[in-house]
């Protein structure tokens, strides 16, 4: 099958890229990676009218230090993150979870902002953003807004974003000192979409748990946060924790699907058991 006919501008600034949104009246869709977009339009299940390409965008692109977070540009792409220096000492979580983003040859093309703004539930920078409190800077007609993560996602594939707005960058805010993450899933085959996963970050202080963040990946209609078992988390001394009870508690703050991949009660089992396993053997090294 052919794509339904739509037209086609690749803009150089922002500002007009936005522009073709406004204008398009709804009717208009964005092109980053296009690891998601290409299939569908092809397959027909998204027709637009115009396609706004926005990889011509040079303030898109690229990893910066701003006001004390890590600044992703949209359109970096997976693969960048890999490898980026910056990434690498200011937010290594990200290159955690961008290595379990499907293949080299999708991180190849594949960006940071796509994957964000399409919101699929088992997708793992979406879970990151969330457990890394990142913000979410966007425009639109209206002016620039910040979203926080956990404020972004309404639903499957669905976001608080307007027709007319675009995700620009993403803010990873530096975490405290003495945090650990991680990121676990459990997958049918490297590169293939997770069918349960964690990432977490843990501040140790004095040999106790100062701070806790869990947000899972594939566990409900969203990336979802813990809030009882962070809170639970918190001022446990490391090496005395219940982390099957905390396990357990997590993966119960989550809405699993049963579908043809995983059942719901399959999901909440492996998640709580990689939580329990990957987190003591952390917390065993601190
Ligand atoms: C074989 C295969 C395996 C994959 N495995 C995984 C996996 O294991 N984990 C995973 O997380 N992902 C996986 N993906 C998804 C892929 O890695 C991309 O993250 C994803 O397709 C979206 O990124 P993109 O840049 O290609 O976006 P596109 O396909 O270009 O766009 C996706 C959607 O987001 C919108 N959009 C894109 N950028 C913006 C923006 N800046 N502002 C507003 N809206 C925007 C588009 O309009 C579109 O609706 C896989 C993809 C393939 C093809």
Excluded: C
């Amino acid at each position: 099958m052919k794509a339904a006919p739509f037209d086609y501008v690749a803009p150089d600034s922002i500002e007009a890229a936005v522009d073709h949104l406004a204008r398009g009246g709804g009717e208009s869709v964005v092109l980053a990676g296009g690891q998601t977009l290409m299939p569908l339009l092809a397959l027909r299940m998204a027709t637009p009218s115009v396609v706004v390409d926005i990889n011509r965008i040079a303030e898109l692109s690229g990893v910066s230090r701003l006001d004390g977070a890590t600044r992703v540009g949209a359109t970096t792409r997976q693969a960048t993150i890999l490898t980026d220096p910056t990434i690498a000492a200011h937010a290594p979580t990200l290159a955690q979870a961008v290595r379990n983003v499907g293949h080299h040859q999708t991180r190849n093309r594949g960006t940071v902002g796509g994957s964000v703004s399409l919101g699929e539930p088992a997708a793992e920078l979406p879970a990151t953003a969330l457990a890394l409190e990142a913000m979410i800077e966007t425009r639109s007609p209206r002016g620039t807004r910040r979203i926080a993560a956990g404020d972004f996602y309404t639903g499957p594939y669905s976001t608080v974003l307007e027709p007319d707005e675009l995700v620009v960058a993403l803010h990873y805010p530096d975490l405290p000192a003495n945090t650990l993450t991680l990121v676990h899933e459990v997958a049918r085959r490297p590169g293939d979409f997770a069918l349960t996963g964690f990432i977490g970050a843990f501040t140790v202080d004095g040999g106790a748990i100062s701070r806790a963040r869990i947000s899972w990946l594939a566990m409900g209609p969203t990336p979802m946060r813990s809030p009882k078992a962070e809170a639970a988390l918190v001022g446990q001394r490391v090496g005395q924790i219940d982390l099957d009870e905390i396990g357990r508690l997590a993966a119960s703050e989550t809405d699993p699907m049963d579908d043809g991949h995983a059942s719901a009660d399959y999901r909440r089992t492996a998640g709580a058991r990689i939580f329990r396993r990957a987190v003591g053997q952390a917390l065993e090294t601190r």
